[in-house]
């Protein structure tokens, strides 16, 4: 198990090369590099200088909307509150801020078992990429001459310079990405556990990847296991022997499992990634952003 209160987390500043704008972001959690069930969880903050154009990509995400609100054109708006699948292969966009937004981002290995590139080979990446080209509105342009594609989703190039061959991207198993309000949810108990109810958002893909809001009475206790991430929207206990408040990550990953007690009402976001056979190496078989 491994915690984090947010404070903790230093406020690092991004320019993200691959899209338009600059992040301003805590990064919470990572997984294993370089295998399946790699993962970046982080809080990141845009201004109105972001922009990315319609594209798809070969991992998943969660997104949860805190501050602000984030337009994604024909598929919807997500306000303060929403919580949002953007699953593989499936495109979206373009995706656009008129307002300063913060919003807690899952990135992770999706049900294909491609993985997740780390942001170290990101960026890396997209640096090497700039000597033979620029990026525009999250599109790659290649300089006159250069070898590949001319024009291409910039965070495709990146990943196709990374991993040394082309993208394919998984057929999609969603027709769009799934935006949903938990307040048109209700709170159902969970047997056995005395001030503990459960909001299930949804079960995705054969994977078992899902998202459920758990709440705590005062006093109310709860085992949290793996392979998930729960988020403290608000509330006051431990978990673990520890002390967590407003905004601090747990990470469960397979086999471990924890108690958390409340002493203030808590709410918690919980996000279970897919469960993979086994976390073995992926080599140079690796995937995405």
């Not at 033979?132 to 599109?139: Q, R, S, Y």
């Not at 196709?160 to 999609?172: D, G, I, L």
């Not at 005395?194 to 079960?203: F, N, P, R, Y």
Request: hydrophobic share 35%; aromatic share 12%; charged share 25%.
């Amino acid at each position: 198990m491994k915690i984090v209160r947010l404070e903790e987390v230093p406020v690092e500043r991004r320019v993200v090369n691959h899209r338009q704008g600059t992040f301003i972001y805590q990064r919470l959690m990572e997984g294993e590099p370089r295998t399946p069930g790699n993962f970046l969880f982080e809080i990141v903050e845009t201004t109105t200088d972001f922009f990315s154009p319609r594209h798809r990509h070969n991992f998943d995400q969660f997104r949860f909307q805190l501050e602000g609100e984030f337009d994604f054109d024909r598929n919807g708006r997500m306000k303060p509150g929403i919580i949002g699948y953007f699953p593989e292969g499936t495109p979206y966009g373009p995706q656009t801020s008129s307002v300063r937004s913060l919003t807690l981002v899952l990135q992770f290995g999706g049900a294909s078992g491609n993985g997740y590139m780390t942001q170290r080979e990101m960026e890396a990446g997209a640096t090497e990429l700039k000597k033979e080209g620029v990026f525009e509105k999250g599109i790659y342009h290649r300089n006159e001459g250069a070898q590949g594609k001319r024009n291409m989703d910039g965070y495709q190039a990146v990943w196709e310079f990374v991993n040394k061959r082309p993208m394919v991207y998984p057929k999609p198993r969603y027709h769009d990405p799934l935006m949903m309000d938990p307040a048109s949810f209700d709170w159902l108990p969970i047997a056995g556990s005395s001030g503990v109810a459960e909001k299930l958002m949804g079960v995705f893909t054969e994977r078992r990847t899902a998202a459920s809001f758990l709440r705590l009475d005062a006093g109310a206790r709860t085992r949290l296991e793996g392979r998930r991430l729960y988020f403290v929207i608000d509330g006051k206990g431990e978990v673990g022997g520890k002390a967590y408040d407003r905004r601090t990550t747990v990470y469960c990953d397979t086999g471990d499992t924890a108690e958390l007690a409340a002493t203030s009402p808590t709410e918690l976001l919980v996000l279970t990634l897919p469960q993979f056979a086994a976390a073995t190496t992926q080599g140079t078989a690796v995937a995405a952003e």
